[in-house]
């Protein structure tokens, strides 16, 4: 192994102010408003794993996240392990996606409901998507390219969606 633990572990808490509570991570900032640290000279990862993998080794493939609701926050007794589907929960739980009011029927009055919604992240917020109205815009995009006489073909079922 040529891993080095101890420059790693200089360099991280040079960039850290801790507070009796969280701490904060003063470095970079990746675009999602989390750490950023360059923890080998081919490989930046979030600040907040790197404090996990320093106190509790490697996460491998699960996410760090925080109970404390800070991102800057890389205080070990503040992470957890979760998965990628827990952090999705987790942001809404604590309303850093704003999920819009929950509509039963699309724009157009197509029932949301099993096969025919599908979520979508758009920016910060999480948004219902109405399969019919995504294949009817195929529909639509086809006839305006080869004109009404021609079957529109699709691979892909769309049930009715029933009341
Ligand atoms: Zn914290
Ligand atoms: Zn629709």
Not at 50 to 57: A, D, E, T
Not at 66 to 71: G, I, L, Q
Not at 129 to 144: G, L, N, P, Q
Request: one cysteine or more.
């Amino acid at each position: 192994m040529s891993f080095q633990p101890a420059p790693v572990e200089e360099r991280f808490w040079a960039k850290v102010r801790k507070t009796r509570g969280c701490w904060y991570w003063i470095g970079g900032r990746a675009g999602k408003g989390y750490g950023q640290f360059m923890l080998r000279s081919y490989y930046q990862t979030y600040a907040h794993r790197v404090s996990w993998l320093l106190h509790y080794g490697d996460p491998g493939d699960k996410w760090v996240l925080h109970k404390c609701d800070n991102m800057l926050c890389v205080r070990p007794d503040h992470l957890f392990l979760g998965t990628a589907l827990d952090n999705v929960h987790d942001c809404i739980a604590k309303g850093r996606f704003v999920a819009p009011p929950k509509k039963t029927r699309c724009k157009r009055g197509h029932v949301y409901k099993g096969y025919n919604v599908r979520m979508e992240r758009h920016g910060k917020y999480l948004v219902q998507v109405c399969r019919i109205c995504v294949r009817d815009s195929h529909r639509e995009a086809w006839r305006k390219k080869y004109g009404q006489g021609l079957a529109y073909r699709t691979g892909s079922k769309v049930p009715k969606a029933k009341e």
